[in-house]
C-alpha cells in the first residue's frame, strides 16, 4: 500500500541542484495535489556580533529572494507553496523540520552550493538521507 504525498519539503540554496530538485517536487506535487514547502537554512558561523548581524541580515534578504522566485514558479504551475527560513546546521534543520512539519516527502538536491564540487552526494543531502525518519528523494 502506498502512502499518499500531499506535504513536501524542498531545501533550496540557489544550486542547479536545488533548482531541480524543486522542479521534481513541483511534479509529484501536481500528480497527487500535495503542498510544497520550500526551506532555506542560513548557517552563520558565530565571530564578531556586528559582523554576523549584518551578514545575517543579507543572507535572511538572499533567503527571502531565492524563495520568493521558488513560490511565483509553484504559483505558475498551481502548486501551492509555503516558505520557511531556518538558522543554524543545514542538515540538522531540515530533518527536524521535515519531522516536525509532518512531511510526507523531502525532495533535495544531490549537491548544494557548499561542499567539494566533485563529491558524488553532498553532505547536507547524505546527513538528511541517512538522519531522516521522512523519506527522501535525492535528485541529480
Known amino acids: 500500500m502506498s502512502q499518499k504525498i500531499s506535504n513536501i519539503l524542498v531545501p533550496l540554496d540557489d544550486s542547479k541542484d536545488s533548482v531541480r530538485g524543486l522542479d521534481k517536487a513541483i511534479s509529484i506535487a501536481k500528480e497527487s495535489g500535495a503542498k510544497i514547502t520550500g526551506i532555506n537554512v542560513v548557517a552563520v558561523a558565530p565571530t564578531l556580533a556586528s559582523t554576523v548581524i549584518n551578514y545575517k541580515k543579507f543572507l535572511t534578504k538572499k533567503a527571502e529572494t531565492l524563495l520568493d522566485s521558488a513560490k511565483k514558479n509553484c504559483e505558475k504551475q498551481e502548486v501551492k507553496f509555503a516558505s520557511k ?28 552550493i557548499g561542499g567539494i564540487k566533485g563529491a558524488i552526494l553532498g553532505s547536507v543531502a547524505n546527513t538528511v538521507v541517512n538522519k531522516s525518519k521522512v523519506s527522501v528523494l535525492v535528485v541529480k
Not at 527560513?85 to 548544494?112: H, N, W
Open 85 to 112: 527560513i531556518q538558522y543554524g546546521s543545514p542538515a540538522s534543520k531540515i530533518v527536524e523540520t521535515a519531522e516536525k512539519g509532518k512531511f510526507d516527502l523531502v525532495v533535495i538536491g544531490s549537491r548544494g
